[in-house]
């Protein structure tokens, strides 16, 4: 895991095309990408080290104290346009890590993924209770969060200790055409999502 890391994108059946970098001041690395259908732009993201810059052109996201997401867009020609990062905060456990990223066809990003204690996207501050959860958020095209949600175990927290391992953990997400959002992952214990309840299998994990 260097400091710096490459984004290209080919043209089909051609060896045109461009390729960009993502410069940080200290570690950070690439996890996944989407490409709008309807006008080539490209949603990118990964993790970056605590108190640190990543640089994408003139576009910059900024950590705090914590080791944290990054996201950043660029046009079909590889245009840097917007670059943000979601903050992650609280005690010296406190992390996140990307599952998946995904677009709508009006260019709305989709991201979902695993963190603990707190994480933050725009205004929505999102707590985690027990162990891991998962977290979902939407950004318009222009990087401004929407909406986040928070997928939890049901594991018992008192403030000092977690006395049930309830882990979920999001790593793919998806969007149909009516803006529905389809995720998964994997939990460990039980989880509530929405109204329903679900069970790991006879080893605790599904």
Same mark, same amino acid.
């Given at each position: ?16 095309? &461009? ?20 006008? +080539? ?16 052109? $003139?576009? %910059?996201?900024?950590?705090?104290? $914590?080791?944290?997401? &990054? ?19 609280? +005690? ?52 401004? &969060?929407? &909406? ?6 049901? +594991?018992?927290?008192?403030? $000092?200790?977690? %006395? %049930? ?5 999001? %790593? ?24 329903? $309840? ?9």
């Amino acid at each position: 895991q260097g400091n710096s890391f490459e984004i290209s994108m080919a043209e089909a059946r051609t060896a045109t095309g &461009w390729s960009q970098f993502g410069d940080s001041s200290n570690p950070a690395n690439f996890a996944d990408l989407a490409v709008s259908e309807s006008n +080539g732009d490209v949603y990118a993201t990964g993790m970056m080290s605590a108190s640190s810059a990543l640089s994408f052109g $003139t576009q %910059t996201a900024s950590s705090s104290a $914590t080791v944290q997401p &990054w996201f950043a867009k660029s046009d079909a020609s590889g245009n840097w346009l917007w670059a943000n990062a979601a903050p992650v905060s609280g +005690g010296q456990y406190a992390e996140a890590n990307i599952g998946g990223i995904a677009l709508s066809s009006s260019g709305d990003m989709y991201v979902t993924g695993v963190f603990y204690d707190n994480i933050t996207f725009g205004s929505t501050n999102l707590r985690s209770t027990g162990y891991y959860d998962c977290f979902i958020a939407k950004a318009n095209s222009a990087g401004q &969060w929407q &909406w986040a949600q928070a997928l939890h175990g049901n +594991g018992d927290y008192d403030g $000092t200790i977690v %006395t %049930t391992l309830d882990v979920v953990w999001g %790593t793919a997400i998806d969007v149909d055409s009516s803006g529905n959002v389809i995720i998964g992952g994997f939990f460990i214990g039980n989880t509530d999502v929405g109204i329903a $309840t679900d069970s790991g299998g006879a080893s605790g994990e599904d």
